[in-house]
């Protein structure tokens, strides 16, 4: 595939190349999709991580386009991981719905980071949505004993049936999508406390993420070494 200009930065920025294949593809429900792929060498030369994610390179009218998508349940030994797939009209969605065990596709990984927090937080939050509701799903498994609380924001009432991993010690509360993420804003700013142990992990739609942590950094006066953020997505 033709790459454009942005895969020109990542390079330049040290993005490592890889060319996966699907093994198998399965409905997960109505609206989402997972693929289990072969990593084509990924996870042994990047190592895993929480909330690590990829950005897979499709064809759109004859020009590269790229998303990003979080891995799920990586198998460093056999080379495996999956991804999940929002179903809505554009071309990520539609390659997923399609994919055969066989097909390929270019992925790059460049900008993923995170490390659990050390010590372990005695407690953390969690804001985000269905586009980072499989980073979520990592957290559950990482931090499945610490007591949290994750704020998750639809838009349809069908992004509420994917499978979370919530254990006992999470409570989830989910918030409709309104005025453009302003009501998620509100709710979750109006309900953060500020504990010096906790841990704070952002991850929903630009706007929103910059308005909740800036309440977090600039009006709790919580340390930067305990928050986490980044925009999974943007209004058009």
Known sequence: MKRNWESVVLKALGGKDFRLTVLANEPINARYQR?????GGLLAACGVHPTMWVRLWFD???KAHQR????VDPDAVAGEFSLEFALHDGTAARWAQAASPGDTVEATVQGSA????A???????????????PALNSLFDTLPEQPATI????????ER??????RAAHEVVWLPRRDGGAHLVSTVCSSLSTEPEAFYWVAAEAASTRAITKHLRRTLGVDKTQVNALAYWRTA
């Open 114 to 117: 995170f490390s659990v927090p």
């Open 151 to 158: 704020w998750l924001e639809y838009a349809h009432e069908e």
């Open 119 to 133: 010590p372990l937080p005695t407690r953390w939050f969690g804001i985000g949505d269905a586009a980072s509701a």
């Open 60 to 62: 759109r009218d004859g």
């Open 35 to 39: 693929l289990r792929l072969n990593d």
């Open 161 to 166: 049936e994917f499978p979370l991993r919530a």
């Open 68 to 71: 990003a998508f979080t891995l």
